[in-house]
């Protein structure tokens, strides 16, 4: 099995930024993929960044040149640095790792471990 754990979350002003942390352990070399998501209540969960296994990284639409996805693998920690954050990007962030043979789309159902997650508010 897989354990994720995020912290960082909190609270910023418009125009701030905020680093999310997720540590991970247990069999993480079973997986392919790590990234983060996030969900608004009643919205559904979108993807944020992901980073491959191979070291491709991809992004959301609304967080391209915002926010940069990263890892340490010596701390066993991925992380989300965020940056001009906007009210709208007021959700729960999800650390999340997948173990697929291959991906549609980075879709949450081809996910199978999530963390808990981390909430970010940001005021105007």
């Known amino acids: 099995q897989v354990q994720l754990v995020e912290s960082g979350g909190g609270e910023v002003q418009a125009g701030g930024s905020l680093r999310l942390s997720c540590v991970w352990s247990?069999?993480?070399?079973?997986?392919?993929?790590l990234g983060w998501y996030r969900q608004i209540p009643g919205k559904e969960r979108e993807l944020v960044a992901i980073?491959?296994?191979?070291?491709?990284?991809v992004y959301g639409n609304s967080v391209k040149g915002r926010f940069t996805i990263s890892s340490d693998d010596n701390k066993g920690t991925l992380y989300l640095q965020m940056n001009s954050l906007k009210p709208e990007d007021t959700a729960m962030y999800y650390c999340a790792a997948g173990d697929r043979g291959g991906y549609d789309d980075y879709a949450p159902n081809e996910i199978r471990y999530w963390g808990k997650g981390t909430p970010v508010t940001v005021s105007s």
């Open positions: 980073e491959r296994s191979d070291g491709r990284t």
């Open positions: 247990g069999r993480i070399h079973t997986t392919n993929l």
